[in-house]
């Protein structure tokens, strides 16, 4: 076997030339129809996972302002609440406190009102007794001047009989 060096070398070099053409002809057509598509579609994809991960970080950053926000209107609202129910309890003792001054003011008039109407009442016996006591004294004296006395001079004896009772000898009697 013998085998020419010269035509191996140039069937190699031929060789190699077209390969390399061909090779650098894929590598063409990979860059023009494949790489380029795939690269410029990663890079949109990079920038809508940018955005989206921008977006997220807004979003966040607004659940965050937002909760705070509640968290403050929260507060605010446990604060209103706790000094209306503070509120509410002073109106209710004050009403309380005002509902018992007004029973013990009733309650200090109807003690009065009684005890006006006692003495009214004790001031009106007493006047009845006197009375009473002047007829007796009357119908006594009567009998036993054995005479009738005419009716003013009656009277005039009744109310001077009356004026000299005294209300002692009467809560004596009792």
């Known amino acids: 076997m013998t085998v020419e060096w010269g035509k191996i070398v140039r069937s190699i070099n031929w060789t190699l030339l077209f390969s390399l053409i061909n090779f650098g002809l894929l590598l063409y057509l990979l860059k023009r129809l494949l790489f380029v598509p795939a690269i410029e579609f990663l890079d949109r994809r990079r920038e809508q996972i940018a955005a989206r991960i921008e977006s997220a970080k807004r979003s966040e950053s607004e659940a965050q302002a937002l909760v705070s926000t509640r968290e403050e209107e929260l507060s605010t609202a446990r604060d209103r ?57 009357i119908l006594g004296a009567e009998r036993v001047l054995d005479r009738e006395i005419r009716i003013d001079d009656h009277r005039n004896l009744l109310d001077q009989l009356i004026a000299e009772i005294d209300e002692e000898t009467l809560r004596a009697t009792l």
């Open 81 to 137: 609440a706790e000094s209306i129910v503070s509120a509410a309890r002073r109106e209710a003792e004050a009403i309380l406190a005002s509902s018992k001054d007004a029973a013990k003011t009733e309650a200090a008039k109807i003690l009065s009102d009684g005890k006006h109407r006692l003495e009214q009442e004790r001031d009106r016996m007493i006047q009845d007794l006197r009375e009473a006591y002047a007829e007796i004294a």
